[in-house]
């Protein structure tokens, strides 16, 4: 039977029925041999009695009226189970953030680019153990060196959030009977949101005019360099960099920063830059057509620098 299983012991008596009856049990391990007092059922020739939960392998026999029954010997069985679940995550470059360790957990939050490791702590040792994704494919489990109860790990790197069932066969074929689930739920990192403040529209200028440019940039782990790009008609295009500005975050974000993120080169999150474009030490002159937008640079899921721009504006020259 199924260990922590209950057992009911029934004794049936074909012929006179003794006043009472005894089970006893044993292990085998001890020389001492629990007895307990059997129950009859009205006036049936039948005694009955119940052992709440068989731990580990035991024997047992009926004892009546100075006799014995036969002596009968019970195995018990474990269907493989997680005990539970151990999260390593080794987070990308982009986030700033320390690796982390979380205990016993049924569903993790991680950053795109993340490595994980899943560490699952078994009842016993198996001889087949892989998680299996919605769409019917596998990833082995393998045994981990520890000493200890038996441990199956594996390490991927998400990209795309998932739900992930533990499945196990242990040495004699026996598949875990109790589902085990684990929730990976990826959060994307987004490209920068560059957005043109002033002017926010194309313009109309003369040939000795200053425009002063404004832009906004946004970036969920922050930003590395932003910059400027413009060109006039029949000529190469021209790349600034440019300084930015951090603009303060609400205090609750802020906070929440802090606490998560390490204090060693963080880069800005919310940034404003500005420039002041000459059209006079530009030379133009009318009937010209200037184009311009920003650029800014974060951080790829791999680690490599991402630009991204947006709003491409164009001045005429009247």
């Known amino acids: 039977i199924?260990?922590?299983?209950?057992?009911?012991?029934?004794?049936?008596?074909?012929?006179?029925?003794p006043p009472d009856a005894s089970l006893v049990l044993g292990d085998g391990k001890t020389g001492s041999e629990p007895i307990r007092s059997m129950t009859r059922s009205l006036e049936d020739p039948t005694f009955a009695a119940r052992v709440e939960s068989v731990d580990s392998d035991l024997s047992y026999r009926v004892d009546f009226a100075g006799r014995s029954s036969d002596t009968y010997r019970i195995k018990v069985f474990e269907y493989p189970a997680v005990?539970?679940?151990d999260a390593r995550m080794v987070y990308p470059q982009y986030s700033s953030l320390d690796t982390k360790v979380v205990e016993d957990i049924r569903h993790v939050t991680l950053l795109e680019g993340t490595e994980l490791t899943l560490s699952c702590h078994l009842n016993k040792p198996v001889v087949e153990a892989k998680l299996v994704d919605p769409d019917g494919r596998s990833t082995e489990l393998k045994p981990a060196a520890e000493i200890g109860e038996p441990v199956y790990q594996t390490t991927l790197t998400p990209t795309e959030s998932k739900r992930y069932?533990?499945?196990?066969v242990d040495r004699d074929g026996r598949s875990n009977n109790r589902s085990h689930e684990i929730a990976v739920h990826v959060t994307r990192n987004n490209a920068?949101?560059?957005?043109?403040?002033?002017p926010s529209r194309d313009v109309r200028v003369s040939p000795?005019?200053?425009?002063?440019?404004?832009v906004r940039i946004e970036d969920d782990f922050g930003v590395i360099r932003q910059g400027l790009s413009y060109s006039i008609a029949g000529s190469e295009?021209?790349?600034?960099?440019?300084?930015?500005?951090?603009?303060?975050?609400?205090?609750?974000?802020?906070?929440?920063?802090?606490?998560?993120?390490?204090?060693k080169n963080i880069p800005k999150r919310r940034v404003q830059a500005s420039h002041l474009l000459d059209f006079e030490s530009l030379k133009a002159v009318p009937d010209q057509l200037v184009t311009y937008f920003f650029w800014a640079?974060?951080?790829?899921?791999?680690?490599?620098?991402?630009?991204?721009?947006r709003d491409i504006f164009f001045a005429e020259v009247r």
């Open 83 to 85: 005990r539970r679940t």
């Open 192 to 198: 920068p949101l560059v957005k043109t403040i002033q």
């Open 2 to 17: 199924e260990k922590g299983s209950p057992l009911l012991v029934v004794a049936h008596f074909g012929g006179a029925v």
């Open 165 to 168: 069932k533990v499945q196990l």
């Open 208 to 214: 000795v005019e200053e425009l002063a440019l404004k």
């Open 297 to 309: 640079e974060d951080l790829g899921p791999d680690g490599k620098p991402r630009p991204t721009h």
């Open 237 to 263: 295009p021209r790349q600034i960099e440019l300084e930015g500005k951090e603009v303060e975050e609400k205090k609750e974000s802020a906070k929440k920063v802090a606490t998560t993120t390490p204090k």
